[in-house]
């Protein structure tokens, strides 16, 4: 069996919008991998703390389905969903390499917030030895220090790929806000999520 090269996108996709898209589609080029799996958290821990609102799984597992329908190299998944208790990025790739096999490479797509918080994950540096950080940019942040992270997890900067990818300035706050306000989110998000959003009255 050949080596199988598996992209994931992990994320709360409140909603996913296609800043999401754009970035998993260069990605997914750029590193040559076979599919992007896109992994919605069902109860992503570092957010819970922060005593943070979020939109039911059904709800936000249904857009992702929409926005992704169509394009052959992206696969929802829903076993973060599915897993009881808080979301941990290492249970995720963990569960996945016995699911794909030992020949799997895993790619685990982050931004530089999520990056910069690395040292709070759990067990990051075993999560470092079980799959490649992919590191891609973002309107406003800075690039991370890969010397501090060195610092607080040895080893890490030799796990991550720095990535640069087309700098799409559109978050899942500024669409949730412009829903409230009753503003249009057209551009922002697919056009079958901005119906979905509208059908069932999410974010107002």
Not at 14 to 19: F, K, Q, T
Not at 27 to 51: C, D
Not at 98 to 115: R, T
């Amino acid at each position: 069996m050949t080596a199988r090269k598996i992209g994931v996108l992990g994320g709360t996709f409140d909603p996913v919008h296609l800043g999401h898209l754009i970035v998993a589609a260069d990605v997914r080029a750029k590193l040559g991998l076979s599919r992007v799996l896109f992994v919605p958290a069902g109860k992503p821990w570092l957010k819970l703390k922060e005593e943070k609102k979020i939109t039911a799984a059904e709800h936000r597992l249904a857009m992702v389905r929409l926005a992704i329908k169509g394009n052959p190299y992206f696969k929802v998944s829903t076993m973060e969903i599915d897993r009881p208790g808080s979301s941990y990025s290492i249970d995720t790739v963990s569960e996945l390499k016995s699911k794909l096999g030992p020949k799997a490479e895993i790619y685990f797509i982050v931004g530089p917030d999520a990056l910069a918080e690395l040292p709070q994950w759990k067990e990051p540096a075993r999560l470092i030895e079980a799959c490649q950080l992919v590191a891609i940019g973002r309107p406003g942040y800075r690039k991370v220090n890969l010397r501090a992270l060195e610092r607080s997890v040895p080893g890490a900067a030799q796990r991550i790929v720095l990535l640069d990818v087309p700098q799409i300035d559109i978050s899942s706050t500024e669409i949730r806000k412009r829903v409230a306000q009753g503003q249009s989110i057209r551009r922002l998000v697919p056009e079958a999520v901005e119906k979905y959003i509208e059908k069932h009255k999410l974010y107002r």
